[in-house]
């Protein structure tokens, strides 16, 4: 069956035999979603997990992808580290990449061979679009021999006039791994400011910002600690100076998933996209999770019946110029090189 992506057909709900088939699934996210949501949900989750198989495909889906995604298709999960690591090394034809544009431009500058697929061509970012070629070589202008730390919510033409990228749960240690007394960190300045106050090295900060945690404020951290006493607050690191200054644990999307398996804290609030709270809340039923709710317009572009469009169509498909491939490479090459840092409990 084919399914448009602007108005995606939809498949007939489940059948009681396909929802008991499905039942170990929807057990594990039937408190966040409704039933009558899932029984629209689950004839696409079982039409994409046949195609899979027989296209030879596998999901990567970062995570903020929703539940049904997340938990119903998704062969791996994480950050955008872990995604990039692991589309290097997944066995497969075809990469699905549930996540933005960034995301699966990263996935075939690593795995060239394999056809990568995105769901909506549309799902963007803010950061990334925020830059752009052009841009990081007038910083190179503006401080010659400065090297130049791009993180991954960059296009590939980015990357590749970079001397090498970051994620969020890696930037310190990559701007400390190249051993000079200055870098240029682009294009997040919350993200790089974060890094300053780590780090003896001096960064040069550029003028980006993501349009989801930057609505995050400092008094909106203490109204949720006047309101909920004794909760723990974990923030993303894309957030302004004062949330993470107010926050008891500053990290990566899947940092922040680690964290919370060494916090004993009953009540906590994820100061992140807020599909997050819902995929982290199915491992800890013991704790209570404040939700927040700023989603990322762009993440939430990527949907079941999309996905399955995507397989049924084999599109649409990412390709990365081939006059920025090498370079691009070479910037995230090195990135993997640089260990991860352990995360701090
Ligand atoms: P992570 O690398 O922490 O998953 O962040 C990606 C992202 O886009 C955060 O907004
Ligand atoms: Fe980009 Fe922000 Fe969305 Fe992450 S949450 S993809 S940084 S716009």
């Not at 001096?202 to 003028?207: A, H, K, P, S, T």
Request: negative net charge; glycine residues 4%; hydrophobic residues 40%.
């Amino acid at each position: 069956m084919q399914v448009d992506t602007k108005d995606p057909q939809r498949l007939p709900e489940a059948t009681p035999e396909l929802l008991r088939e499905l039942a170990p699934v929807y057990e594990r996210i039937a408190h966040v979603m409704p039933e009558a949501e899932w029984a629209v949900h689950a004839p696409y989750v079982a039409r994409i997990n046949e195609l899979k198989r027989e296209r030879n495909a596998v999901i990567l889906a970062h995570n903020y992808q929703t539940p049904d995604i997340f938990y119903g298709v998704a062969d791996v999960t994480g950050d955008s580290l872990g995604l990039a690591q692991k589309a290097a090394e997944v066995e497969g034809d075809v990469i699905v990449q549930c996540g933005v544009h960034f995301m699966a431009e990263s996935s075939k500058i690593l795995a060239p061979e394999k056809t990568v697929l995105l769901p909506d061509m549309d799902a963007g970012c803010s950061l990334a679009e925020g830059i752009t070629g052009a841009d990081v070589r007038l910083l190179k202008e503006k401080y010659p021999g400065v090297p130049v730390v791009v993180y991954v919510n960059t296009s590939a033409e980015v990357k590749a006039e970079a001397d090498i990228c970051c994620t969020s749960s890696n930037a310190v240690e990559v701007v400390e791994s190249l051993g000079t007394d200055r870098v240029i960190f682009a294009p997040d300045k919350y993200l790089g400011q974060w890094v300053a106050n780590q780090t003896r090295v001096e960064v040069i900060l550029y003028e980006g910002s993501c349009e989801v945690h930057e609505r995050f404020t400092g008094e909106e951290i203490e109204a949720f600690r006047r309101q909920h006493p004794g909760i723990h607050v974990l923030a993303h690191p894309e957030c302004p100076q004062d949330v993470l200054q107010a926050a008891d644990y500053v990290g990566s999307t899947s940092g922040m998933i680690r964290h919370l398996d060494d916090t004993q804290a009953r009540q906590v609030v994820m100061i992140t996209e807020c599909s997050m709270s819902d995929n982290v809340s199915v491992e800890h039923p013991d704790k209570d999770f404040v939700r927040p709710c700023n989603l990322c317009p762009h993440m939430q572009r990527i949907t079941l019946p999309k996905i399955l469009s995507a397989l049924e169509n084999m599109a649409p498909e990412v390709h990365v110029d081939a006059s920025v491939i090498e370079d691009a490479r070479q910037s995230l090459d090195r990135m993997l090189e640089v260990r991860r840092r352990p995360v701090a409990a």
